[in-house]
């Protein structure tokens, strides 16, 4: 009964910018860990950054400086502003959270996935 809907994927520009966003709906009590992962084509699921309910954020090295994750907890919302994108960012982005329902119980969702295609 949660549910991760991601936007703002689409076709851009190498060197352009991107900002997806993810809303988190249904019955929730509390989010904690909130993420981003990233899945391009023939690769495994991996993670780009994640972000705590107290604001607390860690990226991957590899997108230290160009990618940055914030959210507001008031709206369950999650977004990661993409810069300077090079072609080997193409891929689906997946939000990722750690939601408890009034069981109190945490479980882990994911969206759907928003394509990102980096190209000129």
């Known amino acids: 009964q949660v549910q991760l809907v991601e936007s703002g994927g689409g076709l851009v520009q190498p060197g352009g910018s991107l900002r997806l966003s993810c809303a988190a709906s249904?019955?929730?009590?509390?989010?904690?860990?909130m993420a981003w992962y990233r899945q391009a084509p023939g690769k495994e699921r991996e993670l780009d950054a994640v972000?705590?309910?107290?604001?607390?954020?860690n990226y991957a090295d590899s997108v230290k400086g160009q990618f940055t994750i914030s959210r507001d907890s008031a709206k369950n919302t999650v977004a990661l502003q993409m810069n300077s994108l090079k072609p080997e960012d193409t891929a689906v982005y997946y939000c990722?959270?750690?939601?408890?329902?009034?069981?109190?119980?945490?479980?882990?969702?994911w969206g759907k996935g928003t394509l990102v295609t980096v190209s000129s």
């Open positions: 249904g019955s929730i009590f509390s989010i904690n860990v």
């Open positions: 972000i705590t309910s107290g604001g607390s954020t």
């Open positions: 990722n959270a750690d939601v408890a329902g009034y069981s109190g119980t945490y479980y882990k969702y």
